[in-house]
Nanobody, 126 residues
Framework: QVQLVESGGGLVQAGGSLRLSCAAS????????IGWFRQAPGNEREFVAA???????TYYADSVKGRFTISGDSRNMEYLQMNSLKPEDTAVYFC????????????????????WGQGTQVTVSS
């Protein structure tokens, strides 16, 4: 099993920045990368960004391109740097990990992920 724990959420003004962290533990050799999703009240869970472990290839939703950056500085820690935050970025943010190799738009689909964190709240005030 793999455990994922997010941290770094909070309240920030529009235009500000936050950095979310996702710490993986357990059988981390089983995972092929990390994805970030978010879910606002009344909305479906939506893809934000992902990074594949093997080649560090990254994927972004159009809504966050140029503002968010996914990265990692160790085998079991990944980050989501969020700049120029907007009120519409307000949501609970989840990190997730697939056990299978994903490519292209498969990264965007939450059902392709096997492990999920508990989420961290991000609130952007106007």
């Amino acid at each position: 099993q793999v455990q994922l724990v997010e941290s770094g959420g909070g309240l920030v003004q529009a235009g500000g920045s936050l950095r979310l962290s996702c710490a993986a533990s357990g059988r981390t050799d089983n995972i092929n990368g990390i994805g970030w999703f978010r879910q606002a009240p009344g909305n479906e869970r939506e893809f934000v960004a992902a990074i594949r472990r093997s080649d560090r290839n990254t994927y972004y939703a159009d809504s966050v391109k140029g503002r968010f950056t996914i990265s990692g500085d160790s085998r079991n820690m990944e980050y989501l740097q969020m700049n120029s935050l907007k009120p519409e970025d307000t949501a609970v943010y989840f990190c997730a990990a697939p056990s299978k190799y994903l490519y292209g738009t498969l990264w965007y689909r939450p059902e392709k992920y096997d492990y999920w964190g508990q989420g961290t709240q991000v609130t952007v005030s106007s």
